[in-house]
């Protein structure tokens, strides 16, 4: 199983070093033609302006597009990752994204005071809490019909899946805890939407 992860800018490296721990062969997704041959991509926290801006001027969104499009590439967007899948960006509506995921996610939604926290999140499928730290996090705050809540803070959404994409408001590179790399290297590996 070869996998990518979007290391133009943010924490990529702990993606990375966890995937390779679950057996996964990954690369580091810099341009376009990287994303050959690839069956998933992770797309990091950071900035999500600054991800947006490169990977426009590089065309990885481009090609991203079409390689959805296809059904051949599963996407995980963490954090700054997220806000880059979502279709709308509340308050920023000029910032460049992706755009394929069904969903309105809010920047730094949780408020200066609270800049970073960590919470047990039940999420749906997993048998045991998942230990999520969240920094200057956003909210998803709309989901479309073929978009599937996985898991909620209070009211927030943080964590959502629609066929193939998946994106969570916290950070899962982390902690010890693979079980979501896991979940995406599966969704990956599947060749049909479901
Ligand atoms: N940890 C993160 O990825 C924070 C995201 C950042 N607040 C943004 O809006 O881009």
Redesign the pocket.
Known sequence: MKVGVLALQ??FREHKQMLERLGAEVVEVRKPEHLEGLQGLVV????????GKLAREYGIDEAVRRRVGEGSLAVWG??????WLAKEIPRYPEQPRLGLMDISVE??AFGRQVDSFEEELQVKGLDRPFHAV?????AIVRVGPDVEVLARHGEAIVLVRQGKLLASSF?PELTGDSRLHGLFLDMASNPVAT
């Open positions: 943010g924490a990091p926290g950071g900035e999500s302006t600054t991800i963490t954090c700054a990752g997220a806000i920047r730094n969240f920094i200057r996090a956003p950070h």
